[in-house]
């Protein structure tokens, strides 16, 4: 019977509306879980809602579970909606497990984020008193069972370009976003515009997933981007009796209206057109349509003139510079107040290169600034998390409160990792109380300055490959440079499908660099030799014939194929090669990177599938979260037939590995030096050893000369 209940709730919501989204909770906040704790608490998510969405109705299956020992008559879940009660519960010891429907009062959303938070008055009673933070006063609301359901319909989208940055590519649509692009797919010099517009538009979206598909002809129901020289541009538009306005040399960007199949036109969708008279033209159109993030209210412009300003290495997302000074303000992180008993941590996210390699005998620098209120208890403290792992606790001692300027902590390098890190506060802030004492939180604060300043020192720039986690990291080594600079993507194979999955994948790498990929190249073949780094997407025989015959897993010919045999706790998973001819099936595919043929310390990488449409469906899965998180190694294999509703990875790690420096060089002996770090040393004794015995052979002849200088 419980089970049709959820059944019926999850339902209820889809019937009767053409436009509606459903996300879990858990998806909104990196969370599965929130509990709620002591006599009073309050936690929260967002709900994004985009530009574009004329919002009908929401509606809420909230799941929560409350302890036994709260005393029913007196504590209550209150749910607001931006700050105003909309809903409360009573939280009944009889019935602690709770599935409650909620309608949302749409008149108190808005477009963008909306703060969705639950508070809590919770009491239980132990010896005739209350403690204020008893263990057994908690409430858990289980993010992943609770549906959030939004109906909507979708606005007229103006014709004119200002809609592409409020309406069209709207981070804060979800679960995903979806695009179109209509291009010439005959015309190879079209290649590279296409991939800068790709990327610029998944630079729009940020971190929200989207998804990419390429064709000679418009697709109906998404937005549509039009790439092309302008013969071909007034072609397709003309069989939809559109056309653009006369434009002089130069690139040329334009809003109309999304035409349907039937005659017509959908206002919920538009059609944006980058083009130009020749190839040069529509690369500065493409240039111009990415990199803008404010749009004229115009239906079109014409571009004459774009320049980019140079590019340091390592300059994308989050990135810090070593050696540099940052203050909170800068890395996102405004002044905070932790307030009462139960307050909530606070995050510093930042990124280090990549290719760093930490020395651990270093310190990373925090200057803090803070306070905290007088009349707490003198076991308050703040502690200080560095990914996950507690490395420094501040006693809170002073009974009066106390303010600190320039309260250095010295953070080990060596807990800090290349790629993504996170710094968090944490606070544990106690009352004065004797039991049944009235536990009163206004005085219980701790306040973080922004002004508060982080250092990391300069380290090498010096990594083992392959590894495909750097790549989910941050696009790496193919966003060394934030543009893609010396970085090609091949197509083995020409058709829609191919180019579809490439797009994907240069959208993928956008969103982890933070920055559009203007100086990546797209070819249908591979310079020999090529001096950069490269992807190459097809079939693995086509990839295999593309390299002069390269040996690649599941090829037509013999090929070596990994497996993990089951491991010990002191090792990697044992890897045997079977040496077989054998076919990738349906839904399968792989990534794989090695060391370039052509270049040393370079990377190629090939993504492979039985054909293109089965390519296609993996770089969507690519794009994927908990895809990513599993790939790792030198091979990741996919596999989506397999199971319904999730796909299947599992990822190898390499055998035999290469290395790769600042710039994608490197140095015979630096790469012997930093990967026998014992020579190394050794290397260090006897050279310190041989500078003294040689000072002690100049100094002893030195003081020889001198005596026998010397009067008798």
Do not use: C, W
């Given at each position: 019977m419980k089970v049709w209940m959820y059944v019926v709730l999850w339902m209820f919501p889809l019937l009767g509306y053409a436009n509606t989204q459903q996300v879990e909770l858990d998806k909104l906040i990196a969370a599965p879980t929130l509990t709620l704790k002591c006599t009073g608490d309050e936690q929260g998510l967002d709900i994004p809602l985009a530009h574009r969405w004329n919002v009908k109705k929401v509606t809420l299956n909230l799941h929560y579970v409350s302890s036994i020992n709260l005393i029913t008559s007196q504590s209550q879940l209150v749910v607001k909606l931006n700050g105003m009660p909309i809903a409360q519960t009573k939280l009944d010891a009889l019935s602690p497990d709770v599935l409650v429907q909620l309608n949302l009062p749409v008149q108190y959303l808005s477009a963008g984020y909306n703060k969705l938070s639950f508070a809590v008055a919770q009491h239980s009673e132990s010896k005739g008193c209350e403690k204020g933070c008893s263990p057994d006063m908690w409430t858990t609301i289980d993010l992943k069972r609770s549906v959030l359901a939004i109906d909507y319909e979708n606005k007229a989208v103006p014709v004119a370009l200002s809609s592409v940055g409020t309406l069209l590519f709207d981070p804060k649509v979800f679960p995903q976003a979806e695009v179109h692009l209509v291009t010439d797919t005959q015309d190879g010099e079209l290649l590279?515009?296409?991939?800068?517009?790709?990327?610029?538009?998944?630079?729009?979206?940020?971190?929200?997933?989207?998804?990419?598909?390429?064709?000679?002809?418009?697709?109906?129901?998404?937005?549509?981007?039009?790439?092309?020289?302008?013969?071909?541009?007034?072609?397709?538009?003309?069989?939809?009796?559109?056309?653009?306005?006369?434009?002089?040399?130069?690139?040329?960007?334009?809003?109309?209206?999304?035409?349907?199949?039937?005659?017509?036109?959908?206002?919920?969708?538009?059609?944006?057109?980058?083009?130009?008279?020749?190839?040069?033209?529509?690369?500065?159109?493409?240039?111009?349509?990415?990199?803008?993030?404010?749009?004229?209210?115009?239906?079109?412009?014409?571009?004459?003139?774009?320049?980019?300003?140079?590019?340091?290495?390592?300059?994308?997302?989050?990135?810090?510079?070593?050696?540099?000074?940052?203050?909170?303000?800068?890395?996102?992180?405004?002044?905070a107040t932790f307030q009462g008993g139960n307050a909530s941590g606070k995050d510093i996210n930042f990124r280090l290169p990549p290719d760093f390699m930490i020395r651990p005998n270093l310190s990373a620098k925090l200057a803090l600034h803070f306070a905290y209120g007088a009349g707490m208890r003198e076991t308050s403290a703040m502690n200080i998390v560095v990914n996950g792992k507690i490395v420094k606790g501040i006693h809170l001692g002073n009974t009066d409160g106390a303010s600190f300027q320039n309260y250095v902590i010295e953070i080990p390098t060596r807990l800090f990792q290349p790629g993504s890190n996170r710094i968090s506060f944490a606070t544990e802030l106690h009352p004065p109380l004797k039991e049944c004492d009235l536990m009163l939180t206004g005085n219980m604060f701790l306040t973080v300055f922004d002004d508060t300043t982080f250092s990391f020192p300069d380290m090498p720039h010096f990594v083992e490959l392959p590894n495909l986690e750097l790549f989910m990291l941050s696009g790496f080594p193919f966003t060394r440079w934030a543009d893609g600079y010396e970085s090609k993507v091949v197509l083995t194979q020409t058709d829609d499908n191919t180019l579809s999955a490439a797009m994907n994948l240069i959208g993928l790498m956008t969103q982890k660099s933070g920055f559009p990929l203007y100086a990546i190249q797209l070819d249908k073949a591979l310079a020999n030799p090529w001096k950069g780094d490269f992807i190459m997407l097809g079939s693995p025989d086509s990839i295999s014939a593309a390299l002069g015959g390269k040996s690649l897993p599941f090829t037509k010919g013999k090929s070596a194929v990994p497996y993990a045999l089951v491991r010990d706790w002191a090792s990697d998973p044992v890897l045997i090669s079977s040496v077989q001819s054998s076919q990738l099936g349906e839904g399968q595919g792989y990534?794989?990177?090695?060391?370039?043929?052509?270049?040393?310390?370079?990377?190629?990488?090939?993504?492979?599938?039985?054909?293109?449409?089965?390519?296609?469906?993996?770089?969507?899965?690519?794009?994927?979260?908990?895809?990513?998180?599993?790939?790792?190694?030198?091979?990741?294999?996919?596999?989506?037939?397999?199971?319904?509703?999730?796909?299947?990875?599992?990822?190898?790690?390499?055998?035999?590995?290469?290395?790769?420096?600042?710039?994608?060089?490197?140095s015979f002996w630096q790469s012997y030096l930093y990967t026998h770090p014992y020579i190394y040393y050794g290397l260090v004794i006897l050279l310190t050893i041989g500078f003294a015995i040689t000072l002690f052979v100049v100094l002893r002849r030195y003081r020889k000369k001198r005596v026998a200088g010397r009067p008798v």
């Open positions: 590279n515009p296409l991939s800068i517009v790709a990327s610029g538009v998944a630079h729009h979206f940020d971190y929200r997933q989207v998804s990419f598909t390429v064709s000679r002809q418009l697709k109906p129901g998404v937005d549509n981007i039009l790439v092309g020289k302008h013969a071909f541009v007034q072609g397709l538009l003309g069989e939809s009796k559109l056309a653009l306005t006369d434009h002089e040399q130069g690139g040329y960007v334009s809003m109309l209206p999304l035409p349907q199949a039937g005659g017509g036109q959908d206002a919920g969708h538009a059609l944006v057109v980058v083009t130009g008279k020749q190839v040069d033209d529509v690369k500065l159109a493409a240039e111009t349509f990415a990199s803008m993030s404010t749009f004229p209210g115009t239906p079109s412009l014409s571009a004459y003139e774009f320049k980019l300003p140079k590019l340091r290495e390592y300059s994308g997302r989050e990135l810090i510079e070593p050696g540099k000074e940052y203050t909170l303000k800068a890395l996102n992180f405004p002044t990534l794989m990177q090695f060391e370039s043929p052509y270049e040393s310390g370079r990377t190629g990488m090939v993504f492979a599938a039985r054909d293109s449409k089965n390519l296609l469906s993996l770089s969507e899965a690519l794009l994927k979260s908990e895809v990513q998180a599993q790939t790792e190694g030198e091979l990741t294999m996919l596999d989506l037939a397999s199971q319904e509703d999730k796909a299947i990875v599992k990822s190898f790690k390499p055998e035999t590995t290469y290395t790769t420096g600042k710039s994608g060089k490197k």
